[in-house]
């Protein structure tokens, strides 16, 4: 999954009431997060602390919740879930297939801590994930509307401020770069986006962080930087 590409605005997760415990709705909650937010070698940790700064989840507890089986069943036994995970539309693609597997981990481990199998929620659909897309323009914050570039550049900005005072990263190993924007490590072969400034090949995770470098340094997508 790209860099950039994992900022989960708002995770609604929606259980049967007095299904879960505070204790376990809380864990649930910070599961979800730790798990779509996972640290590794492949993002910069200033990548992920600022995503999460913008991730939120509700666990909702219905009124009202019927099933369509026939004959009727108890959503809560054992607990039904239904997650919906939004993101910005353009990211969706991209993020679907890790959330639902994320997802999908956090809340067999869930049912593992409560005693309960937790392979149910592989075996049965007794747990359904959607992915929303926000379209263009329907993000605001800071009092203003926000864009993907927007985001991306809000993402990324304490990752590259950082970049002026670290001491030089060491050089990524031979056919692969490391994002200028967001630090993910990219393979350089033949499906990699890259830019040349200043006579260096850049790799870039994803056509944003791409738009990104960019902008900042005046270069034009449609082509390489002229000879020197």
Not at 2 to 30: H, K, T, W, Y
Not at 192 to 206: I, M, R, S
Request: proline share 7%; hydrophobic share 40%.
């Amino acid at each position: 999954m790209e860099g950039v590409d994992r900022a989960m605005l708002l995770i609604e997760v929606f259980v049967p009431r007095n299904a879960l415990s505070e204790d376990e709705r809380q864990a649930l909650g910070r599961g979800l997060i730790d798990r779509l937010m996972v640290e590794d070698d492949s993002h910069a940790i200033e990548i992920i602390d600022t995503q999460r700064t913008i991730t939120q989840v509700l666990l909702h507890e219905p009124a009202t919740w019927v099933l369509g089986d026939r004959p009727a069943a108890d959503p809560a036994n054992p607990p039904r879930y239904l997650v919906r995970v939004t993101v910005p539309a353009s990211w969706r693609k991209d993020v679907c297939e890790h959330v639902v597997g994320a997802v999908t981990d956090v809340l067999a481990e869930t049912e593992r801590a409560a005693g309960r199998d937790p392979d149910r929620v592989r075996r049965e659909p007794h747990a359904i994930i959607l992915t929303d897309g926000v379209t263009e323009g329907g993000i605001g914050f800071f009092g203003r509307v926000m864009s993907t570039m927007d985001l991306t550049e809000f993402v990324s900005r304490p990752y590259r401020d950082g970049a002026m005072w670290r001491a030089p990263a060491p050089e990524a190993p031979p056919g692969r770069a490391i994002d200028p924007i967001c630090g993910m490590g990219v393979d350089l072969d033949d499906s990699a986006l890259t830019l040349v400034h200043e006579g260096t090949l850049y790799g870039f995770c994803h056509g944003l962080c791409r738009r990104v470098f960019a902008n900042e340094h005046g270069l034009s997508l449609g082509r390489e930087d002229p000879p020197a």
